[in-house]
């Protein structure tokens, strides 16, 4: 951001020096065809408050409507008509300088190309640095925003570690492994091994910010067998995907916490057996990812996150896609859905 | 023979508390309960001396379930949380094993019960769940009506009334006892929510309709659903105070 934050006060001063000296020059040039001083230093005055004026014009009317390199043509046509209006307004206030009224008209019906060439330059000119402006600026929020994403998804893996291996799915998962050794300790190997290539995963330092979906399930199943083997009486899930969407992307990490939140929400809101039904497809340019889990309706609270909840989820997605609406929850009766759009070409 | 129940909504980590107990002869499991509201009826139906109590279950948590009974056991509690203010229980309940623990720190937990004076043995623990709340309950109060077990979310109280040694937590659907005293709910309910507006009574902002003055200086509240609520003078100030009037 350094290089682009020139205060305004400068960015004036410098647009200002810039005509000052075009209007020095010009008036030089005029006074040495043969004019007279005040008749040079005027209609170098004339001309280049108006072309300031056209100027600034466009500066601010790009800075506005950011056009993109397709609508170049529109600058263009905007820069011809603004330097049309420019000289026409110069030849109009000109033509009432008082002094030597029959060469200077004759001097200016002569120079009235050069002078609509000049303007249409200088105006073009305003128009590329300003493009470059706003491109550059663009580009450094662009790269801006990119750095967050990566610093979230660092903390998303972080967050993901404090929060699910902290009191409940660690420490039960070990209270699980240290029962199961005295009953049926082959399951304690298998579920060592789970836990092992579970934590493993979520520890993985992650470069790539993308995964396939394949990739992701995997590492989700590690998770949903070890709950089923704590929860096994009570829990089932269902996962439907199609073939086509096995390969299409998603940022890592990303749905684990999900399903988490949905398993904990219905497993501690109601009593009984619950079923966690996980739905993936592609529609269109989108991979739809739908995670539905029971509630209470009564009894529900708003859901909240602590800390890292479906808000940082959400937040994730648009600094990934610069999207809002990624992520979208609604409940049916007793059944809570949550659904996630996973552009695919961003 | 000393009768125990084992509430908790893991069937392993119950088998592991079985487990340790086949060491002691004298102990004997009368009952497992897979959540608190099994608990409740195994707890009435047995009268245990002993519970081992997890605390995060389906729909109501330990601390929850044991404010439903009337005379609670002597209580271990069993959890893999060390979020709840630790420090605060194991001076009042009997012990607290965090998961997953040792067979020797259960042999400790067991043997202080059984070292206790038989006075003290089933010392009812509500000193120590008066002096904490667990999350949930800033979201919701659990009662018992008549056999049943209600939970009442907080934004469904209209008002709560003083009552003896309970208080009535008034809701469309009629009022519920619960033994707890006006000072606590004023201590854990949220104060820009409920307001004491004298010294028997609490009233929920989003049911105040107005306030209406009564014969000198004193006033009263009315609430949608209709119910009048004398004001105490120091209450009205306050009612005024959070209301910005």
Redesign the interface.
């Known amino acids: 951001m350094s290089k682009l934050t020139i205060s305004y006060s400068r960015i004036i001063t410098a647009y200002a020096g810039w005509w000052i000296v075009w209007m020095v020059v010009q008036g030089y040039l005029i006074n040495q065809l043969g004019f007279a001083w005040t008749m040079a230093a005027m209609d170098a005055a004339v001309t280049q408050l108006a072309l300031a004026l056209a100027g600034y014009s466009i500066n601010t009317s790009m800075l506005f409507y950011h056009p993109s390199q397709k609508n170049a043509v529109y600058v263009i046509i905007w820069s011809v008509a603004l330097a049309v209006l420019c000289v026409l307004l110069q030849q109009w206030i000109l033509q009432y300088l008082p002094g030597d009224q029959k060469a200077y008209h004759q001097f200016l019906e002569h120079t009235l190309l050069i002078r609509g060439l000049f303007d249409w330059f200088m105006i073009t000119l305003i128009a590329i640095l300003t493009w470059f402006w706003v491109y550059a600026s663009e580009q450094q929020e662009t790269a801006k925003r990119n750095e967050d994403a990566e610093r979230l998804a660092r903390e998303a893996e972080l967050s993901s570690l404090r929060q699910q291996l902290q ?2 799915f660690l ?2 998962s ?7 050794v ?2 049926h300790p082959e399951q304690a190997r298998i579920m060592i091994q789970q836990l092992s290539d579970f934590l493993r995963g979520t520890l993985k330092k992650d470069d790539r910010q993308l995964v396939s979906l394949e990739e992701e399930l995997q590492h989700l199943q590690l998770y949903l067998d070890i709950e089923k ?3 096994g ?2 829990l089932a899930t269902i996962i439907h995907r199609d073939e086509a969407s096995l390969t299409l992307k998603l940022p890592s990490l990303l749905l684990q916490p999900i399903v988490e939140n949905a398993i904990k929400f219905g ?5 009984g057996e619950i079923s966690i039904s996980i739905t993936a497809e592609t529609k269109g340019e989108h991979l739809v990812i739908e995670i539905k889990n029971p509630f ?1 309706s ?2 529900a ?1 708003p859901r909240q996150g602590t800390g890292f909840g479906l808000n940082s989820i959400r937040r994730r997605l648009y600094l990934l896609y610069s999207q809002n609406n990624l992520l979208v929850t609604r409940s049916e009766g007793n059944i809570f859905t949550t659904q996630l759009k996973i552009p695919q070409h961003p | 023979m000393i009768n125990v129940i084992l509430i908790d909504d893991e069937p392993l980590a119950r088998s592991m508390v079985k487990e340790y107990l086949q060491s002691y002869p004298d102990i004997k499991i009368v009952a497992e309960c897979d959540d608190g509201f099994e608990g409740v009826k195994a707890i009435a139906q047995h009268q245990p001396d002993l519970i081992f109590l997890d605390i995060q279950m389906p729909k109501i948590n330990g601390f929850e379930m044991l404010e439903l009974i009337d005379q609670p056991p002597a209580v271990i509690f069993t959890t893999a949380f060390d979020e709840y203010a630790i420090k605060a229980f194991e001076s009042h309940a009997v012990d607290y094993l965090l998961k997953p623990f040792s067979q020797e720190r259960f042999k400790k937990a067991v043997k202080k019960w059984l070292n206790l004076p038989p006075s003290k043995k089933g010392e009812p623990t509500l000193e120590l769940l008066e002096s904490t709340s667990p999350p949930e309950e800033r979201h919701r109060i659990v009662v018992k009506k008549g056999s049943s077990i209600l939970i009442i979310p907080i934004p469904k109280i209209h008002y709560l009334e003083a009552y003896d040694d309970y208080v009535k937590i008034h809701t469309a659907e009629g009022f519920y006892l619960k033994k707890k005293t006006m000072n606590h709910y004023e201590q854990s309910l949220d104060p820009s929510q409920f307001v004491r507006v004298h010294r028997s009574y609490m009233i929920n902002l989003s049911e105040l309709t107005r306030i209406e003055p009564l014969e000198k200086e004193s006033h009263v509240a009315l609430l949608k659903s209709g119910a009048r609520i004398s004001l105490s003078q120091s209450g009205y100030v306050r009612l005024k105070e959070i209301l910005g009037i």
């Open positions: 009191p409940h420490f039960n070990l209270n699980s492994i240290s029962a199961l005295g009953v083997v704590r929860f009486h009570r497993l501690y809101d109601t009593v209470d009564f009894t609270q």
